[in-house]
């Protein structure tokens, strides 16, 4: 785990667990003075040839996102750690995403970065967005480079090359987002190996884009 302050005073949580515990998660949250969150659905990939051959490697999940000051978002992060053991397998994933300006919310107000230095960058975000049915080919290739596995959640897409016409009617293709936490050091490695393997600079087919991770757990 690793954290860096910079010249950010928010922190997005993004908390990857078992369907189910999404709720939870917001319980906590609110009793540490946050005061909304979003739960999102999603499946997990688990890399274990075993559990492939049964096909069980997918599993359904929730991601919660959570914005908060970078104090309370970092002692909340510390709380769900204590409560759900991300250290353990299959237990979820947490991790804080730094967040230069808020607009919209209130009620969350930016916080001291308390230290006022800044730490290396250990983890990076790796978000890749593509047409639904690719998110295994993704998958495979972040695999291929060393990833542990990925999540991947649905949505809808409407950029210049993805919308088609049926009966006149505008088609919006549905989308997958794969999210990968990956090292620093082997961050490139994996995004290389996605970008070649879906050839993402051609139009229509994608896009990914990596953030630097303040801190996480859960990562093994």
Do not use: W
């Amino acid at each position: 785990m690793s954290g860096s302050c910079g010249n950010y005073a928010f922190e997005l949580l993004i908390i990857v667990v078992n369907e189910g515990c999404g709720t939870k998660i917001l319980h906590i949250a609110q009793r540490s003075g946050v005061c909304g969150a979003t739960i999102m659905l999603g499946r997990g990939t688990v890399n274990s040839a075993i559990l492939k051959r049964l096909e069980l490697y997918d599993e359904q999940k929730e991601i919660v996102l959570i914005l908060a000051g970078r104090l309370v978002a970092f002692e909340l992060l510390d709380r769900l750690n204590d409560e759900y053991r991300f250290n353990k397998p299959h237990h979820g994933i947490a991790f804080c995403i730094p967040v230069a300006r808020v607009y919209g919310s209130r009620s969350c107000q930016p916080s001291d970065c308390g230290n006022g230095g800044a730490d290396t960058v250990m983890y990076n975000a790796i978000y890749v967005i593509v047409d639904e049915g690719n998110a295994e080919a993704v998958i495979d290739a972040a695999t291929k480079a060393g990833s542990r596995g990925g999540t991947v959640i649905n949505a809808r897409g409407s950029g210049i090359h993805e919308t088609s016409r049926l009966f006149n009617m505008e088609i919006e293709p549905e989308k997958e987002i794969v999210l990968i936490i990956s090292e620093s050091g082997a961050t490139e490695s994996i995004a290389t190996s996605i970008r070649d393997a879906i050839q993402i600079e051609k139009p229509g087919n994608g896009i990914m884009f990596v953030q630097d991770v303040s801190r996480v757990y859960g990562l093994r």
